[in-house]
Protein backbone atom coordinates (compact mmCIF):
# COMPACT_ATOMS: atom_id res chain seq x y z
CA UNK A 1 0.00 0.00 0.00
CA UNK A 2 3.23 2.28 0.62
CA UNK A 3 4.51 1.51 -2.36
CA UNK A 4 1.27 2.46 -4.52
CA UNK A 5 0.69 5.72 -2.40
CA UNK A 6 4.09 6.41 -3.39
CA UNK A 7 3.90 5.76 -6.88
CA UNK A 8 0.58 7.62 -7.24
CA UNK A 9 2.40 11.04 -5.14
CA UNK A 10 5.20 10.78 -7.93
CA UNK A 11 2.89 10.65 -11.06
CA UNK A 12 0.81 13.69 -9.55
CA UNK A 13 3.92 15.67 -8.57
CA UNK A 14 5.36 15.05 -12.36
CA UNK A 15 2.12 16.24 -13.76
CA UNK A 16 2.85 19.55 -15.30
CA UNK A 17 -0.34 20.99 -14.74
CA UNK A 18 -0.45 19.93 -11.27
CA UNK A 19 2.82 21.69 -10.88
CA UNK A 20 1.63 24.67 -12.91
CA UNK A 21 -1.84 24.91 -10.64
CA UNK A 22 0.40 25.05 -7.43
CA UNK A 23 2.23 27.71 -8.05
CA UNK A 24 -0.69 29.65 -9.99
CA UNK A 25 -3.05 28.92 -6.46
CA UNK A 26 0.38 30.61 -4.22
CA UNK A 27 0.78 33.26 -5.95
CA UNK A 28 -3.19 34.09 -6.38
CA UNK A 29 -3.29 33.82 -2.88
CA UNK A 30 -0.50 36.06 -1.99
CA UNK A 31 -1.80 38.67 -4.34
CA UNK A 32 -5.39 38.21 -2.47
CA UNK A 33 -6.27 37.46 -6.32
CA UNK A 34 -10.56 38.56 -6.56
CA UNK A 35 -12.15 35.01 -6.27
CA UNK A 36 -14.48 35.30 -9.55
CA UNK A 37 -11.32 36.74 -11.29
CA UNK A 38 -9.53 33.18 -9.58
CA UNK A 39 -12.20 31.74 -11.21
CA UNK A 40 -11.59 33.08 -14.94
CA UNK A 41 -7.55 33.07 -15.08
CA UNK A 42 -7.23 29.63 -13.27
CA UNK A 43 -8.64 27.94 -16.37
CA UNK A 44 -8.43 28.30 -20.31
CA UNK A 45 -10.43 29.79 -22.90
CA UNK A 46 -10.72 27.01 -25.15
CA UNK A 47 -9.36 23.28 -26.01
CA UNK A 48 -9.53 21.71 -28.86
CA UNK A 49 -9.67 18.02 -29.72
CA UNK A 50 -8.99 16.83 -33.55
CA UNK A 51 -8.58 13.58 -35.25
CA UNK A 52 -5.91 13.69 -38.11
CA UNK A 53 -6.44 11.51 -40.80
CA UNK A 54 -3.12 10.85 -42.94
CA UNK A 55 -2.29 8.56 -46.21
CA UNK A 56 0.61 7.11 -44.74
CA UNK A 57 3.31 6.10 -47.46
CA UNK A 58 2.81 2.73 -47.80
CA UNK A 59 -1.20 3.41 -48.54
CA UNK A 60 -2.78 3.06 -45.41
CA UNK A 61 -4.42 5.28 -43.58
CA UNK A 62 -3.25 6.17 -39.81
CA UNK A 63 -5.12 8.38 -37.32
CA UNK A 64 -3.44 10.82 -35.32
CA UNK A 65 -4.68 12.45 -31.99
CA UNK A 66 -3.54 16.38 -31.87
CA UNK A 67 -4.64 19.04 -29.60
CA UNK A 68 -4.79 23.14 -29.59
CA UNK A 69 -5.09 24.94 -25.97
CA UNK A 70 -6.02 28.53 -25.86
CA UNK A 71 -5.66 29.75 -22.04
CA UNK A 72 -5.89 33.14 -22.47
CA UNK A 73 -6.50 36.13 -24.79
CA UNK A 74 -6.68 39.38 -22.53
CA UNK A 75 -3.72 40.60 -23.37
CA UNK A 76 -3.75 40.21 -27.07
CA UNK A 77 -3.54 36.93 -29.45
CA UNK A 78 -2.88 33.73 -27.95
CA UNK A 79 0.77 31.99 -28.80
CA UNK A 80 2.46 29.42 -28.02
CA UNK A 81 4.48 26.80 -29.83
CA UNK A 82 3.28 23.19 -31.47
CA UNK A 83 5.19 19.79 -30.33
CA UNK A 84 4.90 16.27 -31.94
CA UNK A 85 6.00 13.25 -29.26
CA UNK A 86 4.36 10.14 -28.68
CA UNK A 87 3.85 10.82 -24.83
CA UNK A 88 1.89 14.41 -25.63
CA UNK A 89 -1.02 14.32 -23.26
CA UNK A 90 -3.78 17.09 -22.84
CA UNK A 91 -2.48 18.01 -19.20
CA UNK A 92 0.98 18.83 -20.57
CA UNK A 93 -0.50 20.70 -23.28
CA UNK A 94 -3.11 22.80 -21.02
CA UNK A 95 -0.18 23.58 -18.40
CA UNK A 96 2.27 24.34 -21.31
CA UNK A 97 -0.66 26.67 -22.74
CA UNK A 98 -0.75 28.25 -19.17
CA UNK A 99 3.16 28.72 -18.69
CA UNK A 100 2.80 30.60 -22.19
CA UNK A 101 0.08 33.18 -20.84
CA UNK A 102 2.70 34.27 -17.73
CA UNK A 103 5.86 34.34 -19.85
CA UNK A 104 4.18 36.67 -22.34
CA UNK A 105 3.15 38.77 -18.68
CA UNK A 106 6.14 38.60 -18.03
CA UNK A 107 8.23 39.93 -20.21
CA UNK A 108 5.27 42.60 -20.93
CA UNK A 109 4.76 41.30 -24.80
CA UNK A 110 1.07 41.68 -26.16
CA UNK A 111 -0.10 37.92 -26.37
CA UNK A 112 -1.95 35.28 -24.31
CA UNK A 113 -1.11 31.96 -24.27
CA UNK A 114 -1.86 28.87 -26.12
CA UNK A 115 -0.24 25.18 -26.77
CA UNK A 116 -0.74 22.89 -29.41
CA UNK A 117 0.57 19.12 -29.19
CA UNK A 118 -0.08 15.88 -31.86
CA UNK A 119 0.84 12.45 -30.88
CA UNK A 120 3.13 10.99 -32.99
CA UNK A 121 6.67 9.73 -33.72
CA UNK A 122 8.34 12.36 -35.78
CA UNK A 123 11.76 9.66 -35.74
CA UNK A 124 9.20 6.47 -37.44
CA UNK A 125 7.50 9.06 -40.07
CA UNK A 126 9.20 10.51 -43.43
CA UNK A 127 9.09 14.15 -44.75
CA UNK A 128 5.83 13.39 -46.83
CA UNK A 129 4.00 12.11 -44.00
CA UNK A 130 4.98 14.60 -41.34
CA UNK A 131 4.00 17.54 -44.45
CA UNK A 132 0.36 15.59 -44.74
CA UNK A 133 0.04 15.36 -40.91
CA UNK A 134 0.97 19.12 -40.25
CA UNK A 135 -1.20 20.29 -42.99
CA UNK A 136 -4.38 18.27 -41.98
CA UNK A 137 -3.60 19.37 -38.68
CA UNK A 138 -3.79 23.05 -39.80
CA UNK A 139 -6.67 22.60 -41.76
CA UNK A 140 -8.43 21.22 -38.50
CA UNK A 141 -7.41 24.40 -36.76
CA UNK A 142 -8.18 26.87 -39.57
CA UNK A 143 -11.16 29.05 -37.38
CA UNK A 144 -9.42 28.91 -34.67
CA UNK A 145 -5.81 30.71 -35.32
CA UNK A 146 -4.52 33.42 -37.50
CA UNK A 147 -2.37 37.01 -36.96
CA UNK A 148 -4.78 38.22 -34.66
CA UNK A 149 -6.22 35.08 -32.90
CA UNK A 150 -3.31 32.16 -32.45
CA UNK A 151 0.28 32.12 -33.77
CA UNK A 152 1.48 28.70 -33.36
CA UNK A 153 5.58 28.77 -33.41
CA UNK A 154 7.55 25.97 -33.48
CA UNK A 155 8.46 23.58 -30.29
CA UNK A 156 9.48 19.89 -29.67
CA UNK A 157 10.13 17.97 -32.58
CA UNK A 158 9.09 20.53 -34.93
CA UNK A 159 11.13 23.30 -36.96
CA UNK A 160 11.13 26.40 -39.61
CA UNK A 161 9.56 23.64 -42.01
CA UNK A 162 7.24 22.74 -40.04
CA UNK A 163 5.99 26.57 -39.68
CA UNK A 164 6.20 26.98 -43.71
CA UNK A 165 3.77 23.89 -44.23
CA UNK A 166 1.59 25.85 -41.35
CA UNK A 167 1.77 29.07 -43.41
CA UNK A 168 1.32 27.79 -46.74
CA UNK A 169 -1.68 25.79 -45.76
CA UNK A 170 -3.32 28.83 -43.57
CA UNK A 171 -2.47 30.79 -46.87
CA UNK A 172 -4.11 28.77 -49.31
CA UNK A 173 -6.94 28.56 -47.26
CA UNK A 174 -7.18 32.74 -47.14
CA UNK A 175 -6.52 32.85 -50.65
CA UNK A 176 -3.54 35.09 -50.09
CA UNK A 177 -0.44 35.16 -47.71
CA UNK A 178 -0.14 35.78 -44.64
CA UNK A 179 3.08 35.54 -42.89
CA UNK A 180 2.26 36.25 -39.11
CA UNK A 181 -0.16 33.50 -38.60
CA UNK A 182 3.10 31.80 -37.36
CA UNK A 183 6.58 32.90 -36.13
CA UNK A 184 9.92 30.64 -36.32
CA UNK A 185 9.47 30.70 -40.12
CA UNK A 186 12.99 30.51 -41.88
CA UNK A 187 14.61 34.03 -42.43
CA UNK A 188 13.84 34.13 -46.37
CA UNK A 189 9.99 32.83 -45.65
CA UNK A 190 9.85 35.98 -43.51
CA UNK A 191 11.16 35.27 -40.37
CA UNK A 192 13.33 36.88 -38.38
CA UNK A 193 16.93 36.99 -37.98
CA UNK A 194 17.99 36.00 -34.48
CA UNK A 195 14.82 33.71 -33.53
CA UNK A 196 16.83 30.43 -33.71
CA UNK A 197 19.42 31.78 -30.97
CA UNK A 198 17.19 33.94 -29.28
CA UNK A 199 16.23 31.16 -26.25
CA UNK A 200 19.47 30.88 -25.80
CA UNK A 201 20.95 34.12 -25.97
CA UNK A 202 17.82 35.69 -23.39
CA UNK A 203 19.22 32.92 -21.03
CA UNK A 204 22.82 34.36 -21.01
CA UNK A 205 21.06 37.94 -20.59
CA UNK A 206 19.28 36.82 -17.62
CA UNK A 207 21.90 34.39 -16.10
CA UNK A 208 24.77 37.53 -16.55
CA UNK A 209 22.39 39.58 -14.35
CA UNK A 210 22.11 37.21 -11.60
CA UNK A 211 25.84 36.35 -11.94
CA UNK A 212 25.94 40.22 -10.96
CA UNK A 213 23.75 40.70 -8.57
CA UNK A 214 25.08 37.54 -6.58
CA UNK A 215 28.67 38.91 -7.01
CA UNK A 216 30.06 36.08 -9.23
CA UNK A 217 32.75 36.83 -11.43
CA UNK A 218 32.37 35.33 -15.13
CA UNK A 219 35.62 33.41 -15.62
CA UNK A 220 35.34 31.91 -12.11
CA UNK A 221 31.62 31.09 -12.54
CA UNK A 222 30.89 26.72 -13.53
CA UNK A 223 28.18 26.43 -15.91
CA UNK A 224 26.81 22.50 -16.16
CA UNK A 225 23.98 22.77 -19.77
CA UNK A 226 21.34 19.69 -19.66
CA UNK A 227 20.42 20.03 -23.19
CA UNK A 228 22.55 20.53 -26.50
CA UNK A 229 19.74 21.27 -29.07
CA UNK A 230 18.83 24.63 -29.92
CA UNK A 231 17.83 26.02 -26.72
CA UNK A 232 20.95 24.06 -24.38
CA UNK A 233 23.28 23.85 -27.20
CA UNK A 234 22.97 27.82 -28.39
CA UNK A 235 23.59 28.87 -24.66
CA UNK A 236 26.47 26.64 -24.05
CA UNK A 237 28.31 28.19 -27.19
CA UNK A 238 27.22 31.92 -25.93
CA UNK A 239 28.29 31.48 -22.24
CA UNK A 240 31.51 30.03 -23.72
CA UNK A 241 32.06 32.88 -25.82
CA UNK A 242 31.00 35.65 -22.98
CA UNK A 243 34.16 34.45 -20.96
CA UNK A 244 31.96 31.28 -18.67
CA UNK A 245 33.39 28.41 -17.78
CA UNK A 246 31.53 25.27 -19.45
CA UNK A 247 32.26 22.21 -17.09
CA UNK A 248 29.28 19.80 -17.98
CA UNK A 249 26.95 19.28 -21.19
CA UNK A 250 25.11 16.57 -21.99
CA UNK A 251 22.56 15.32 -24.81
CA UNK A 252 19.69 12.44 -24.81
CA UNK A 253 22.36 9.84 -24.33
CA UNK A 254 24.38 10.97 -21.79
CA UNK A 255 26.33 14.14 -20.36
CA UNK A 256 30.48 14.81 -20.76
CA UNK A 257 32.30 17.18 -17.47
CA UNK A 258 36.10 18.71 -17.58
CA UNK A 259 36.24 20.82 -14.54
CA UNK A 260 38.50 23.10 -16.48
CA UNK A 261 36.13 24.01 -18.87
CA UNK A 262 34.96 22.15 -22.19
CA UNK A 263 35.94 23.44 -25.49
CA UNK A 264 32.30 24.29 -26.55
CA UNK A 265 32.36 24.58 -29.97
CA UNK A 266 35.06 21.58 -30.15
CA UNK A 267 32.16 19.54 -28.47
CA UNK A 268 29.61 20.98 -30.64
CA UNK A 269 31.25 20.03 -33.93
CA UNK A 270 31.68 16.39 -32.69
CA UNK A 271 27.99 16.08 -31.65
CA UNK A 272 27.34 17.54 -34.93
CA UNK A 273 29.25 14.51 -36.76
CA UNK A 274 28.90 11.93 -34.53
CA UNK A 275 24.84 12.38 -33.60
CA UNK A 276 25.71 11.76 -29.80
CA UNK A 277 28.44 13.54 -27.33
CA UNK A 278 29.66 9.99 -26.56
CA UNK A 279 33.42 9.36 -27.10
CA UNK A 280 34.38 13.13 -26.73
CA UNK A 281 37.84 12.50 -26.05
CA UNK A 282 38.20 15.83 -23.60
CA UNK A 283 35.97 15.07 -21.21
CA UNK A 284 34.72 12.19 -19.11
CA UNK A 285 31.56 10.83 -19.54
CA UNK A 286 29.01 10.87 -16.73
CA UNK A 287 25.09 10.46 -16.55
CA UNK A 288 22.22 13.22 -17.37
CA UNK A 289 21.60 12.17 -13.83
CA UNK A 290 25.04 12.56 -12.09
CA UNK A 291 24.94 15.58 -14.60
CA UNK A 292 22.49 17.57 -12.76
CA UNK A 293 24.25 16.70 -9.77
CA UNK A 294 27.50 18.51 -10.38
CA UNK A 295 29.18 20.88 -8.69
CA UNK A 296 28.56 24.52 -10.35
CA UNK A 297 27.66 27.99 -10.28
CA UNK A 298 25.17 27.34 -12.39
CA UNK A 299 23.11 24.92 -13.82
CA UNK A 300 20.52 25.58 -16.99
CA UNK A 301 17.95 22.01 -17.19
CA UNK A 302 17.55 22.58 -20.71
CA UNK A 303 15.88 19.20 -22.32
CA UNK A 304 12.49 18.58 -21.03
CA UNK A 305 9.69 18.61 -17.81
CA UNK A 306 10.57 17.16 -14.75
CA UNK A 307 14.63 16.66 -14.02
CA UNK A 308 14.62 17.81 -10.80
CA UNK A 309 12.39 16.79 -8.36
CA UNK A 310 11.47 16.27 -4.63
CA UNK A 311 14.02 12.87 -5.11
CA UNK A 312 17.37 14.77 -6.25
CA UNK A 313 16.29 18.23 -5.45
CA UNK A 314 18.47 18.31 -2.57
CA UNK A 315 21.57 16.87 -4.20
CA UNK A 316 21.79 19.92 -6.30
CA UNK A 317 25.09 22.21 -5.97
CA UNK A 318 24.14 25.12 -8.09
CA UNK A 319 23.45 28.62 -6.80
CA UNK A 320 21.87 29.30 -9.83
CA UNK A 321 19.43 27.35 -11.24
CA UNK A 322 18.63 28.72 -14.87
CA UNK A 323 15.56 27.21 -16.11
CA UNK A 324 16.03 26.59 -20.20
CA UNK A 325 12.80 24.03 -20.71
CA UNK A 326 9.38 24.40 -19.63
CA UNK A 327 8.62 22.81 -16.23
CA UNK A 328 12.19 21.14 -15.42
CA UNK A 329 11.63 21.58 -11.94
CA UNK A 330 8.58 20.07 -10.15
CA UNK A 331 6.78 22.13 -7.71
CA UNK A 332 7.51 19.95 -4.55
CA UNK A 333 11.18 20.34 -5.54
CA UNK A 334 10.64 23.89 -5.16
CA UNK A 335 10.66 24.03 -1.30
CA UNK A 336 13.71 22.25 -1.04
CA UNK A 337 15.91 24.24 -3.70
CA UNK A 338 14.95 27.45 -1.70
CA UNK A 339 15.82 25.90 1.79
CA UNK A 340 19.21 25.47 -0.13
CA UNK A 341 19.69 28.26 -1.04
CA UNK A 342 19.37 28.34 -4.44
CA UNK A 343 18.76 31.47 -6.87
CA UNK A 344 16.22 30.26 -8.98
CA UNK A 345 15.10 31.90 -12.71
CA UNK A 346 11.76 30.27 -13.31
CA UNK A 347 11.00 29.10 -16.84
CA UNK A 348 8.79 31.90 -17.44
CA UNK A 349 11.20 34.35 -17.19
CA UNK A 350 14.35 32.30 -18.21
CA UNK A 351 13.28 30.76 -21.61
CA UNK A 352 11.66 33.81 -22.49
CA UNK A 353 13.81 35.23 -25.29
CA UNK A 354 12.14 32.78 -27.75
CA UNK A 355 8.23 34.08 -27.18
CA UNK A 356 10.13 37.46 -27.41
CA UNK A 357 11.82 36.96 -30.17
CA UNK A 358 8.20 36.10 -31.86
CA UNK A 359 6.78 38.79 -31.12
CA UNK A 360 9.50 40.57 -32.88
CA UNK A 361 9.11 38.07 -36.01
CA UNK A 362 4.91 39.08 -35.49
CA UNK A 363 5.49 42.70 -35.59
CA UNK A 364 7.92 42.51 -38.72
CA UNK A 365 5.81 40.48 -40.59
CA UNK A 366 2.78 42.57 -39.93
CA UNK A 367 4.74 45.90 -41.25
CA UNK A 368 6.66 44.17 -43.79
CA UNK A 369 9.93 45.67 -42.40
CA UNK A 370 12.77 43.23 -41.32
CA UNK A 371 15.49 44.49 -38.51
CA UNK A 372 19.50 43.90 -38.80
CA UNK A 373 20.00 40.74 -36.20
CA UNK A 374 21.72 43.52 -33.95
CA UNK A 375 18.60 45.07 -33.61
CA UNK A 376 16.55 42.44 -32.90
CA UNK A 377 19.40 41.84 -30.44
CA UNK A 378 19.78 44.76 -28.50
CA UNK A 379 15.85 44.46 -28.26
CA UNK A 380 15.96 41.54 -26.86
CA UNK A 381 18.56 41.68 -24.25
CA UNK A 382 16.43 45.20 -23.20
CA UNK A 383 13.43 43.11 -22.54
CA UNK A 384 15.38 40.05 -20.58
CA UNK A 385 17.17 42.69 -18.43
CA UNK A 386 14.02 45.05 -17.39
CA UNK A 387 12.22 41.90 -17.30
CA UNK A 388 14.72 40.12 -14.84
CA UNK A 389 14.90 43.73 -12.66
CA UNK A 390 10.79 43.47 -12.76
CA UNK A 391 10.88 39.74 -10.85
CA UNK A 392 13.36 40.98 -8.53
CA UNK A 393 11.75 43.66 -7.12
CA UNK A 394 8.52 41.95 -6.85
CA UNK A 395 10.27 39.21 -5.09
CA UNK A 396 12.32 42.03 -2.75
CA UNK A 397 9.13 44.07 -2.03
CA UNK A 398 6.68 40.49 -1.53
CA UNK A 399 9.48 38.82 0.45
CA UNK A 400 9.04 35.74 -1.97
CA UNK A 401 11.16 33.57 -4.02
CA UNK A 402 11.51 34.64 -7.81
CA UNK A 403 9.07 32.03 -9.00
CA UNK A 404 6.26 32.88 -7.26
CA UNK A 405 7.26 36.54 -8.01
CA UNK A 406 7.30 36.02 -11.49
CA UNK A 407 3.75 34.29 -11.35
CA UNK A 408 2.66 37.03 -9.45
CA UNK A 409 3.87 39.83 -11.52
CA UNK A 410 2.46 37.80 -14.39
CA UNK A 411 -0.97 37.32 -13.25
CA UNK A 412 -1.09 40.77 -11.67
CA UNK A 413 -0.81 41.73 -15.06
CA UNK A 414 -3.27 39.29 -16.52
CA UNK A 415 -5.64 40.02 -13.77
CA UNK A 416 -5.25 43.77 -14.44
CA UNK A 417 -6.08 43.62 -18.00
CA UNK A 418 -8.80 41.30 -17.41
CA UNK A 419 -10.42 43.24 -14.67
CA UNK A 420 -10.26 46.57 -17.04
CA UNK A 421 -11.76 44.87 -20.23
CA UNK A 422 -14.48 43.02 -18.29
CA UNK A 423 -16.29 39.90 -18.56
CA UNK A 424 -18.91 40.19 -21.43
CA UNK A 425 -21.78 38.39 -21.20
Not at 181 to 204: F, H, I, M, N, Y
Request: net charge negative; hydrophobic share 40%.
Amino acid sequence: MAALVDDLMQIREENPFESMMSRFDHAAQLLRLDPDLYKVLRVPNREISIYIPVFMDDGRIEVFTGFRVQHNFARGPAKGGIRYAPDVTLDEVRALAAWMTWKCAVVNIPFGGAKGGVICDPSQMSQAELERLTRRYTAELIDFIGPERDVPAPDMNTNEQTMAWIMDTYSMHARHTVTAVVTGKPVDLSGSRGRREATGRGLLYVISEAVKKLGLKIPETRVVIQGSGNVGGTAARLMYETGYRVVGLSDIHGGIYNSKGIDVPEALNHLSKSKSLEKYQNAEPVSNHELLELDCEVLIPAATENQITSHNADKIKCRILAEGANGPTTAAADDILERKGVFVIPDILANAGGVTCSYFEWVQDRMGYFWKEELVNERLQDIMVASFNDVCKYAESHNVNMRIAAYMLAIDRVAYITRVRGIYA
